[in-house]
Structure formats: structure tokens, C-alpha cells
């Protein structure tokens, strides 16, 4: 890896794109760490920093931005969001779909769609966050006696939310123009790694109180730490293997004379990654697990004929922890239906001669590839699961909750191979060696 970055460090042009990648991610900080006006900082960074888990998460997503009420603190959930309704809805409106096939043109529309809905939708998380800080923690500091005064703190708040969002898609479209990895993952790594460290002295700090109070049951804390750290490296091995993991449907092409020349006659295989749905049920599934509660944080329900209901979606509770584990499971099923179509696999290898030995073009090819696909798509839901719950189900038993969860070591991993996969190919044309030597 590092041979890979200083051979990509000689060269001009990748250079240039490391370095305005780095310039990107710098803005993105530095943006994380200005706060929007007319909000008590402090009163906000308390109550979030002693509240569930789910505030946590999104803390940890913005890159701290969330419980500092910075202009980033929605980080590029928003453009997320829409990314994935515009994307469902591919598949239902065929106005879209068609769209969507219309070669590059088409493509420039549907962002140009995604762009206006990411705006929607920071005004409607803007609102909400509003009103979280407003009802729930009080902490606004200069917009509690309401009137004309209220309602122009209101107003400015949300859109210094609002515009926060629709700068972060600005700022990933740059870095994929000009810089080096897709630009929204790139940041979305920046906000991640940002809390590690403050993650890491959290670990420091637990160890160290249980060393001095190792005869009063501090040596339950000690043990726990280290097993932290390893069962932490092994998470990111299994992300590693399971990333790169993929099944090969084995493909044999029937040779065809066209004119004087003889085509096909060859062997290969089509892959289907065994992960192939990347984080997507887990965000999907996160995003409907989690709505009571969110609701629940934004607009301080909490009324006594409905705390069991919020208990039932707590994050520590055994409910919410099987039902995130069958969404995951059934949005991974409906993720991969969506992206792929044994019907028009079959078709495709019909097309160009090509057939699955042992089984005849038509019906049964299409059979043997949804059962495949199935069963792949089985072991990466259940992979996606015990990495998503993973931090819930040990914070239960071991009363430690992780900083940072395995949502968010997948997304540094694979952010992190993806990106240093596109240097690769960048290198290899320019004739330098590296992984794949």
C-alpha cells in the first residue's frame, strides 16, 4: 500500500488529485467545526454526548458536526437519502427508468433530480433538527422568547442547515471531477475517521479506570479493552474477505463462423460479489428501525401511554435488535432484485451463444441463476447483520458501548480499498507496479 502511494506521488497527475482531495476534506473540517448561529453549543454537545445511541450515530456520522450544530452537522445524509428514494423509484415510474437507460444524457437528468430532492430533504431534516434542539434540549440561546425574533432564528437556522447539506453534495461532485475516489464516500470516511481518535481515548480512558480500581471490579474493564481491540481487527479482516469474496457462475461461449474468422470457443464466468449490496440494507433498515426514536428526540414525545412503545425501539432492546436484523436481511433481498434480473442474464448469454454447462438456455438457466443469486444474497445479508449488531449485542452483555460501530468500519473499509483500487488502475496505465504486480 505505501509503495502503491509513493509511486502515485511521482506522478503529475495523480498528484494534483490527492492533493485537491486532501483540500476538499479540509474544507469539509473545518466547515464541521463552525457552528450555526443563535445555539448554545454547549447545552447541545452535553445532552447528545449523555443521550441514546442513535444521537451517537449520528454524530459519529457528521464527523461531530451533529452534536456541535455545525453547518455540516447533516452531513450527506440528505444527498444519501435521495440517492436511494430517486434510485427505488427507477424501478416503479418507467418515465425514470427510461431515463435512466438514455445513455449519459439520461444519467446528467436523474442527478440533476437527485439534486433538487437532496435540497427537499435537508430542508425537512433542518426543520426536524430545529425542533429537536428547540424542544428537546433547549438549547436555544438567543430565540427563546419566540415572536418576530423567534421566527427569524428559525428560519436562519434551517437554512444554515440546509445550505450545509447542498455545500457537502457541492463538495463530493468536486472531488469527483477533479480528485481522486468517489467524492460523497471520501467524505463520508473524513467524518468517520475524525472521531476514531476521541473512540480510542474513550478505550484508554475505561482501561486506565479499571487498572486503578482493578479490586473494586475493574478487572472486568481490563480484560473487556483488549478483547475490544482484537475482535475489532478481526472485524475488519472478515469486512477485507468478505468485500473481495464472490461466487463465479462458470460460462462456456459456442464458436460461430462469421465471414473467414471463428468467434467464441471460450471459457470464462460471470461474478457475483457475495457482499453485493454494499451498506445499502443497513442504511435503509436503520432509517425505519430508527424513526420513533428520532421522533422521539426531535419532537420530545414522551408521554406515559406510549413509553413502551419507544422502549420497544430502543436500541438496547431485543426487539429492536431482531427486527433491524430481518430488515437488513429482507431489504438485502430486495436491494439485489432490484439490481439484478436473471431474466435478462439468461437473455444476454442467449444472445451472444453463451450457456451455463449443464444447463439449457431458457427457464432453466434462469432458475439455476435466481437460485445462486439467492444463496449469495443469503450469506450477505447474514454478514450484513452481525456486522450492523454487532456493537448492540456486545454493549448488552459487556455494558460498554463502541464508539464506532461495524456500519462504520464497512464504510471506512470499503471506502478505503475502493479508492486505493481506482489509484491502482491510475497507475497501472502509467506502467508503475503495485498490488497487482
Known sequence: MFQTLRNAWKVTDIRKKILYTLLIVLIFRIGSAIPVPFIDIEILKNAIDDSSDLMAYL???????????????LSITPYINASIIIQLLTVAIPALERMAQNGEEGRKKLGQITRYVT??????????????????????????????AGWFCGITIVLCFTAGSALMM?????????????????LLFAGIISRLPSGIMRLYTIFS???????????????????????FLAIIGLIVFMSNAERRIPIQYAKRTVGR???????????????????????????????PSILKQFFNWDADNTSWFFQAFSSNSWFYIALYFLLIIGFAFFYVTIQYNPVEMANN???NSG?????????PTVDYIRKVISKITLIGSLFLGVIALFPS????????????GGTSVMIVVGVALETMQQIESQIMMRHYKGFLE
Open 209 to 231: 479506570e479499571g487498572v486503578k480500581n482493578i479490586d473494586a471490579g475493574g478487572l472486568k474493564y481490563v480484560i473487556l479493552v483488549p478483547v475490544i481491540l482484537v475482535l
Open 393 to 404: 449485542v456486545f454493549g448488552k452483555f459487556s455494558g460498554i458501548g463502541l464508539g464506532i
Open 59 to 73: 454524530t459519529l456520522m457528521s464527523g461531530g458536526g451533529f452534536s456541535d450544530a455545525s453547518i455540516f452537522a
Open 119 to 148: 435540497v427537499i430533504l435537508g430542508l425537512l431534516l433542518g426543520v426536524a433538527y430545529y425542533f429537536m434542539v428547540k424542544n428537546k434540549y433547549g438549547a436555544l440561546a438567543a430565540c427563546a422568547k419566540g415572536g418576530f
Open 349 to 351: 448469454l442467449r444472445k
Open 261 to 291: 474468422k471463428i468467434y467464441g470457443g471460450q471459457n470464462t464466468f460471470i461474478p457475483i460479489k457475495v457482499n453485493m449490496s454494499g451498506v445499502m440494507p443497513i442504511i435503509l433498515a436503520v432509517s425505519i428501525v430508527s424513526m
Open 355 to 363: 450457456a451455463i454447462p449443464g444447463y439449457r438456455p431458457g427457464k
Open 170 to 186: 457541492w463538495l463530493g461532485e468536486q472531488i469527483n471531477e477533479r480528485g481522486i475516489g468517489n467524492g460523497i464516500s471520501i
